[in-house]
């Protein structure tokens, strides 16, 4: 998996971004497909379009898990 | 698209004016006269002097058919659009109220900006459509949104040669996604397109003008007002974010309404484009861009708040208008008449 220059931002109480050069694969292996190149996966669990955020976490308050 | 109709005295002495180029013509009556308007009119809901603006902004977008280009950049038109942004500017602050906002770092703005468009208590034109719209009350909100749908994205990418480092970064980013990546037919402004068409609506820009009230058209006035003007590159950043951040949520509503009504992909794509791309940009616009410029320039933040706050007040009289009309069972465009194809 070519992985190389990826990026991950952390968003308090949001979704996590992803940049760079990533591939996201389900369960099976199989590839997620997106048609964009910068993608915000779901980190509150409330998302209808899982593994990529929907916006819901402001709805549900989300707040992110503390050490 | 064609010159609009006027509206009134000044939009019909000046789309007179603009058939013929003259250089060197005098509009210093009809600033006069503009004033008289404003006078005893709102600005906001003025269909003489919103369709007036409109036009002018247009010329430095894509023009009108038959009219001299050279209009973009004729002082005297030029003139006579600074006087009536003056006016434009001073009751969009009254609206937006004055930028609230505290120094900090880019995510500091962020939270301040999503605080923001979470209390915005605007009237709910997502929850009408995704439950009680009828399908002509779908077209007509398409209608609404077709003015600035059909140029997605444009207003703001006046700003991109204004701004430097992460801010510009931020934008393009989103710019790129919003104009579909470099794959020809999948701007969103295409997608809108593909929704309009699915019910029997005409695509081209600026078919439904005519029906479109003064204050449909105020909300894009002041996009292309922020986008024009280097002094407010800030506003028009501001205005993004908040436009991002209250756009998946009713975006998923939209396209439970549309598929209530009976339609599907691809008529539905647009809505479901944006509920995925708009999570991505909420977070660029509000820590990158936004954030950015003021971690960038601090002196900008003012700018950035105004922006971000006239765009929830513009956003709630938009959708405040077209609800009341629903509620008493009327049309919410200027005409009632629809102009629908077979």
Redesign the interface.
Known sequence: MSAEGAQIVVCPQGPLILRGDFEILDAEGEAVPTSRETVALCRCGSSAIKPFCDGTHKLKKFEMPRD | MELPEDRGRISESLFEVLRTYDPDVDLSGLEHEAFKVLDSEDILHSEDIQIVLFVLYELHYRGFDGIDARWEWNPPLLGLRAKIEEQFEARLRQIAGDPSFSLGSA?DTA?QL?ALA?ADDGPSVSTYISRHATVEQAREFLMHKSIYQLKEADPHSWAIPRLTGRGKSALM?IQ??EYG?G?PG?MHSELFETTMRGLGLDSEFGAYIESLPAITLASVNMMSFFGLHRRLRGSIAGHLAIYEMT???PN?RYARGFRRLGFDSPVTDYFDEH??????H???AG?DLAGGLIEQDPSIAEAVFFGAQAACAIDALVGAHQLEAWGRGRSSLRQPKVKVEA
């Open positions: 995510q939270r999503f979470s980013e790129f996604d990546a794959r999948a756009s998946s949520i998923a509920v995925e791309a708009d999570a991505v909420e977070q660029i820590r």
